[in-house]
C-alpha cells in the first residue's frame, strides 16, 4: 500500500523567511511519481511539480525548490523567501503511474503554511 | 477553456435529499476521479473510471454511485445525504496516470444541513 507522511501540520514564519516542508514516502512500486500541490483559501488545487522514481535530480523553480532522495524516501520542498502569498495547505502525494487501482493519487495530510508579514 | 470543470461549485441541501455533481474534462484523458476533501483538509479518493470502466471502488458508503457516461464525463450521486457527507468533492482527470499528472477541477463544497 502506498502512504505519504507530512509530519508537520502547520509551519509559521515571517516573511522573507526560509521554510521546508517535509513528505516522506512508502511504496513497493519502482515506478512511481511524487507530486507537490498547494491550496490556497481560495479553496482550488494549484499544481506545484511532478517527479518520477527515476530522475533524483534537484529542482529549482524561482523561489521554490525540491529535494528528492530515495535513499531516505522523501521529497522535501523549500520555499525561499518566504511571502505573504505563499500561506496555503501544501500537500505531497504519490501515485503508481500506471492504470488501474494504482493509478490514484495518495495524498499526504497536508501542511498549513501561515506567512507573517 | 477550462479543462475539467464541476457543477454545483456550491451545494447546500438537506438531510435525506438525493443529490449529484457533474464533472466534464476536455483534455481527452482516459482516467477520471472524485476525490473527498473533508473538514481537516484530508484528501481521499473515492472512485476512479478508466474509459468508462470502474477501477478503484474505496470503501465509500453505497449511497455514492458515479456514473460515466463517456470517457470525458465522470457524475457523482448522492441518495439519502447525510450530515457526515459535508465535504469538498474534487473531481480530477489524468492521461496515463502519473506519467502526466493529474487535472483538478476547482471542487465543490457540499454542506448538508
Known amino acids: 500500500a502506498q502512504k505519504v507522511t507530512q509530519a508537520q501540520t502547520e509551519i509559521s514564519v515571517v516573511e522573507k523567511e526560509d521554510v521546508t516542508l517535509d513528505c516522506v514516502y512508502e511504496?513497493?512500486?519502482?515506478?512511481?511519481?511524487l507530486f507537490w500541490y498547494k491550496q490556497p483559501p481560495s479553496g482550488e488545487l494549484v499544481f506545484l511539480i511532478r517527479?518520477?522514481?527515476?530522475?533524483?535530480q534537484n529542482e529549482i523553480s524561482g523561489r521554490y525548490s525540491w529535494n528528492f532522495q530515495k535513499s531516505t524516501s522523501s521529497f522535501n520542498f523549500t520555499i525561499t523567501a518566504s511571502q505573504v502569498v505563499d500561506s496555503a495547505v501544501y500537500f505531497c502525494?504519490?501515485?503508481?503511474?500506471?492504470?488501474?487501482?494504482?493509478?490514484?493519487?495518495?495524498f499526504g495530510k497536508g501542511i498549513t503554511l501561515s506567512v507573517r508579514p | 477553456d477550462t479543462a475539467v470543470s464541476q457543477t454545483p461549485k456550491y451545494l447546500v441541501t438537506q438531510m435525506g435529499n438525493d443529490k449529484s455533481i457533474k464533472c466534464e474534462q476536455n483534455?481527452?484523458?482516459?482516467?477520471m476521479y472524485w476525490y473527498k476533501q473533508d473538514s481537516k483538509k484530508f484528501l481521499k479518493i473515492m472512485f476512479s473510471y478508466n474509459n468508462k470502466e470502474l477501477i478503484i471502488n474505496e470503501t465509500v458508503p453505497n449511497r455514492f454511485s458515479p456514473k460515466s457516461p463517456d470517457k470525458a464525463h465522470l457524475n457523482l450521486h448522492i441518495n439519502s445525504l447525510e450530515l457526515g457527507d459535508s465535504a469538498v468533492y474534487f473531481c480530477?482527470?489524468?492521461?496515463?496516470?502519473?506519467?502526466?499528472?493529474?487535472?483538478f477541477g476547482s471542487g465543490t463544497r457540499l454542506t448538508v444541513v
Open positions: 517527479r518520477n522514481s527515476f530522475d533524483e
Open positions: 502525494a504519490l501515485s503508481g503511474g500506471s492504470t488501474g487501482a494504482n493509478s490514484k493519487l495518495t
Open positions: 483534455l481527452g484523458h482516459d482516467t
Open positions: 480530477a482527470s489524468s492521461h496515463t496516470a502519473g506519467a502526466r499528472g493529474y487535472t
Open positions: 511504496t513497493r512500486d519502482t515506478t512511481y511519481y
